[in-house]
């Protein structure tokens, strides 16, 4: 490890960064067939590809992320929902709910992210917020809430609409949002599930639309789409080794073989970069009460970091110079900030290992420093 500086109570070290991978074929318009492409590194959502990423474009039913966050977010997953009589019959993709018909919400979810059911989106909005265009305002507020500034909803399912349109690139970032969510990643990861059918007449065995997830052993998630209007719609997100990538493509001909293509290019450019071993950074702080005169610091929370390959990390270790107890054993007394091209890419406390008791005399500061080094 080299230093690089010292200064003050802070000091400043470059870390080795591991051997590069190899690089895959570089991502160019022509490999990818949509008419609209991003490739995004999840974590710091930083763009590795994009072909059109800012044009407006029908989102079919991607649309159902949304949706399916909105209801994570405002709904109860066990709550039984009543199927409303307007979420019935709506053309699309569907499960053949009945009016009347109960389903607890994680059903409807499972239904909406597998096999695509507008009429479970239907329900889904008619549940949370009474109505299809009430609902689409919720969306729409949730959009404004993440920074979504290229896209609009009118409905729950992504049937054809003017004034329902998004861009690849706020599709990424919504997915990169949405993968947050624990229970988000579970559904739309899983393949197959069952759900009840009108009660106990029997179950339904859902299928998940997304052939990736059988295609890649690196694939979990996240929604397809089509319509006539929209083309071949696809957000697909992808790990390996710790690298997280998200990928769409709007109207796209060879959606699968485009998103497969991608994720290669981005695992081929991020690694995951362990920063701290738990125990790695140790210092000790002058305190003139200690039993040494001194109390010990140390990190004891690992740090692991995706990140470009070729980017060199730099970390600061902060401490104060001198400190007067009382003190407790976890209490935190630093921290190790870490960068990498001018911005903070993690950071991990210090904590004190021992305990200090103020003292009882009433010598002044001066005096017992005297008496301490004296």
């Known amino acids: 490890m080299k230093k690089i500086c010292i200064f003050a109570a802070a000091i400043l070290f470059c870390l080795p960064l591991c051997s590069l991978f190899a690089a895959a074929e570089c991502a160019s318009a022509d490999n990818v067939s949509a008419q609209a492409a991003i490739l995004i590194e999840a974590d710091s959502g930083e763009i590795v590809f994009e072909k059109n990423a800012h044009q407006k474009l029908p ?3 991607t649309t159902k992320i949304m949706t399916a966050l909105v209801a994570l977010e405002e709904g109860d997953l066990s709550k039984t929902v009543k199927v409303a009589e307007g979420a019935c019959g709506v053309e699309g993709s569907s499960i053949y709910l009945t009016s009347g018909e109960e389903l607890t919400l994680e059903h409807l ?37 993440i920074g979504l500034t290229e896209s609009h909803f009118t409905n729950p399912h992504g049937l054809d609409d003017d004034a329902h349109y998004t861009t690849a690139y706020d599709l990424a970032k919504l ?27 029997g179950i339904r065995v859902l299928l998940n639309h ?7 052993e690196d694939a979990i998630g996240v929604k397809t789409g089509f319509t006539k209007r929209s083309g071949r719609c696809l957000v697909s997100a992808a790990e390996r080794n710790g690298v997280r990538v998200i990928a769409v493509t709007l109207n796209a001909p060879d ?27 140790t210092f000790e702080i002058p305190c003139p009460t200690a039993e040494n005169g001194v109390i010990t610091v140390t990190n004891t929370d690992s740090l692991s ?6 980017t060199e990390v730099t970390y600061v270790a902060e401490a ?3 400190f007067m107890p009382p003190v407790t054993v976890g209490d935190v007394l630093g921290r190790v900030t870490f960068t990498a091209g001018g911005n903070v890419i993690g950071e991990i406390p210090l904590y004190a290992q021992t305990s200090v008791a103020e003292p009882e005399d009433d010598r002044s500061l001066g005096q017992k420093l005297l008496d301490k080094f004296h």
């Not at 947050?180 to 069952?194: L, M, P």
């Not at 997304?210 to 890649?216: G, T």
């Open 255 to 281: 959606d699968w073989n485009d998103h497969l293509f991608l994720h290669e290019t981005g695992f081929s450019r991020y690694h995951l970069e362990r920063l701290a071993e738990e125990g790695q950074f």
């Open 305 to 310: 970091v995706c990140l470009k390959n070729g």
């Open 175 to 201: 997915t990169a949002y949405a993968l947050k969510n624990e229970q988000f990643r579970k559904i739309v990861s899983t393949y197959k599930h069952q759900i009840p059918l009108r009660g106990d007449e």
């Open 320 to 322: 104060p110079h001198l």
């Open 109 to 145: 979810l499972y239904a909406l992210m597998l096999e695509s059911a507008n009429d479970a989106a239907a329900a889904i909005a008619y549940e949370i917020a009474g109505g299809i265009e009430p609902f689409a305002e919720r969306m729409n507020r949730m959009a404004e809430n």
């Open 210 to 216: 997304n052939k990736l997830l059988r295609m890649s």
């Open 59 to 61: 989102m079919a039913s």
